[in-house]
């Protein structure tokens, strides 16, 4: 079994909406992961029909855009147990079809544990393969966050 699965999900083309991508497709490309257990993944819009991916590792972190309300480029950090116990903090679809992958991969004997990360956008649904500004501002703080989850993760 493979350690970490690193999961970028979102669509690239809505703004914000692809910040896990970017970030998955960017943590991919550095030296500092070469030989460790853990891989990257683009997602791209992520539906339930991954799910089987999810039993080959023993750790699946999800990179996302979270929207919960808060200024734009603002990161969270949730566990599974954090989006199953407080319905109202599901805040997308994504929340939704992971938590019905973890439980398929449950029934078929091997369950990830999970682990979202991800920031509030500004826009979901604007036409541009660009961050907006405050996600592009904060970003870099993202993937230094990202960074250090992996390497406790690992």
Same mark, same amino acid.
């Given at each position: 079994m493979k350690r970490l699965l690193v999961l970028g999900v979102g669509n690239l083309l809505l703004t914000d909406d692809g910040?896990?991508?970017?970030?998955? &497709?960017?943590?991919? @490309? /550095?030296? /500092?992961?070469? #030989?460790?257990?853990? +891989? !990257?993944?683009? #997602?791209? +819009?992520? +539906?339930?029909?991954? !799910? *089987?991916? !999810? &039993? /080959?590792? /023993? $750790?699946?972190?999800v990179l996302d855009a979270i929207k919960a309300g808060r200024a734009? #480029? +603002?990161?969270? $950090? !949730?566990t599974e147990a954090e989006l199953r116990d407080? @319905?109202? &903090? $599901?805040?997308?679809? *994504?929340?939704?079809?992971?938590?019905?992958?973890l439980s398929m991969a449950e029934l078929l004997g091997s369950k990830p544990e999970l682990l979202v990360m991800g920031m509030e956008p500004l826009s979901i649904s604007d036409w541009s393969m660009e961050l907006s500004e405050p996600v592009r501002t904060a970003y870099p703080l993202f993937l230094e966050a990202v960074r250090r989850e992996i390497r406790a993760l690992l």
């Open positions: 910040v896990g991508i970017h970030a998955v &497709q960017d943590l991919a @490309k /550095e030296d /500092e992961w070469s #030989g460790l257990p853990v +891989t !990257f993944l683009d #997602g791209a +819009t992520f +539906t339930q029909d991954i !799910f *089987h991916i !999810f &039993q /080959e590792y /023993e $750790r699946v972190l734009p #480029g +603002t990161a969270y $950090r !949730f407080n @319905k109202a &903090q $599901r805040l997308s679809l *994504h929340d939704i079809d992971l938590l019905d992958s």
